[in-house]
């Protein structure tokens, strides 16, 4: 995602293998197996700056999909 996008939700990632950076708001965090994010309306985006698959699970409450 290259646009920071908020949703009124709370969501939880948890990174199983990999790594992802993640933006919220101004800081960005490079996470890695065993890191986990957890967002309350945040503006935040990610990416996969490297050439390993990245697994997450991922937690919406509401679900809004």
């Given at each position: 995602i290259t646009?920071?996008?908020?949703?009124?939700?709370?969501?939880v990632?948890?990174?199983v293998?990999?790594?992802?950076?993640?933006?919220?708001g101004?800081?960005?965090?490079?996470l890695q197996?065993?890191?986990?994010?957890?967002?309350?309306?945040?503006?935040?985006?990610?990416?996969?700056?490297?050439?390993?698959?990245?697994e997450?699970?991922?937690v919406?409450?509401?679900p809004?999909?």
């Amino acid at each position: 995602i290259t646009t920071p996008g908020s949703r009124p939700t709370h969501e939880v990632g948890y990174v199983v293998k990999g790594t992802i950076d993640f933006t919220v708001g101004r800081k960005t965090f490079t996470l890695q197996p065993g890191d986990s994010v957890r967002l309350r309306g945040h503006e935040f985006l990610w990416a996969n700056n490297s050439n390993e698959e990245c697994e997450m699970i991922w937690v919406i409450s509401p679900p809004v999909y």
